[in-house]
């Protein structure tokens, strides 16, 4: 071992690990959000916030926190792949995107079926035939559509980067 490698402290390796993370995880984000603009200009125009709940109803801030983690795993996944880094304990995140997978999706239908049924409210209030009644029930569909297109997105995102993780088990962080 040369002079460098002897000096540095154990935890050097995991600090630049870390921060090569936090570069790639944000250099994956603003890929995203200018994709997102390019794709859907109308969603990130005015009020974000108000066109989240619009799109994706009451779930928004779970499917922003699992798309959040998605681009950390990915970030550390590229650099595992690019070996900018010693080798990464995958245990946590393993299990956490295996989790993202299984609850994405149910949480897309638990917003499904809560739009369906304020839908049904709106509906029954109202009366058929009334403009505001026909307005909120289409509202309710659009959410019901986005989160369990949105669930099943995360999902399938989750799961790809869950089987692309590499298997250490003698590794430690």
């Known amino acids: 071992m040369d002079a460098a490698t002897e000096t540095r402290p154990p935890s050097a390796g ?5 921060l090569h993370t936090i570069i790639a995880m944000a250099i994956l984000a603003v890929g995203a959000f200018t994709l997102t603009k390019w794709i859907t200009p109308q969603l990130l125009v005015g009020d ?12 928004w801030p779970f499917f922003a926190a699992v798309l959040s ?4 795993a990915a970030a550390a996944w590229i650099i595992e792949i690019l070996e900018f880094s010693p ?5 946590g995140i393993d299990q956490a995107l295996h989790w993202a997978t299984e609850a994405c999706p149910l ?12 839908a049904l409210l709106a509906y029954g209030e109202a009366g058929p035939g009334q403009p505001e009644t026909q307005a909120a029930f289409i509202k309710q ?7 369990s297109i949105a669930g099943g997105l995360l999902a399938l ?3 790809t980067l869950h089987r692309l993780l590499p298997e250490y088990p003698e590794a430690s962080e």
């Open 48 to 59: 974000t916030i108000g066109n989240l709940e619009k799109y994706l109803g009451f779930s």
């Open 141 to 147: 569909f659009a959410i019901a559509f986005g989160s």
């Open 14 to 18: 995991r600090n630049t690990r870390g």
């Open 87 to 91: 080798p990464r304990n995958w245990d």
């Open 69 to 72: 983690f998605i681009l950390y």
């Open 107 to 118: 949480v897309g239908l638990l917003t499904t079926f809560g739009s369906l049924l304020m």
């Open 157 to 159: 995102l989750a799961f």
